[in-house]
């Protein structure tokens, strides 16, 4: 077991992936390199930039890391899906529109001009890996913007009374959403 001691030792703070994990990324990479209008985005980018700036509003210091900064700032994502519908409800769910405006703030900050607005390209993770280029603008833009002032606004609030309350102060109800009352409760 020398070997594997002389391993862990050479490679101490690596990260190792199994390789099916590696040739999934490697197809997926691919596969945006091939997109015309992903191609498009990747021409003289930077890629994982780190930004570091003072947040305008509230004088906070933030930092980001976007994944791709050329003629706009581009996030890249990994999906099961790009049906739109679908895509559109896992951007919500994670808040990607959120980690965009932060990004963009920072690129604002910083100077960086740029020429369209802030997009997500994102990849399928199974085979044949298919593409899609979303872009957040309008009503997403406006709607992202306000929560990320919100956010900024409650942290700078914990750091002036370095409080840090949980989201309730007080017990939730749970409540049964529309699909769940279609639920049918045989073999319980």
Known sequence: MDWWRAWNEATA??????LEDQSQ???????????PIAAEFLKDARTELTMIW???RTGILCKGRA?????AL??????????????DRECARNQYFGQLVHYSTG??????KLESPPCIIACEIGPAHDVGVFELSGDYLELARDDYDALMDRLAECLASNRWPGRYSAIQSLTVPNYGTEVEFENV
């Open 74 to 87: 581009c996030d890249a994502k990994g999906t099961v899906s790009i049906d739109k519908w679908r895509f």
């Open 67 to 71: 994944d791709i900064l050329g003629r």
């Open 54 to 56: 003072n947040d305008p």
């Open 25 to 35: 990324a490697q197809a997926m990479a691919d596969a945006v390199r091939r997109d």
């Open 13 to 18: 703070g690596a990260e190792t992936i199994e």
């Open 107 to 112: 690129a604002s900050q910083l100077g960086l």
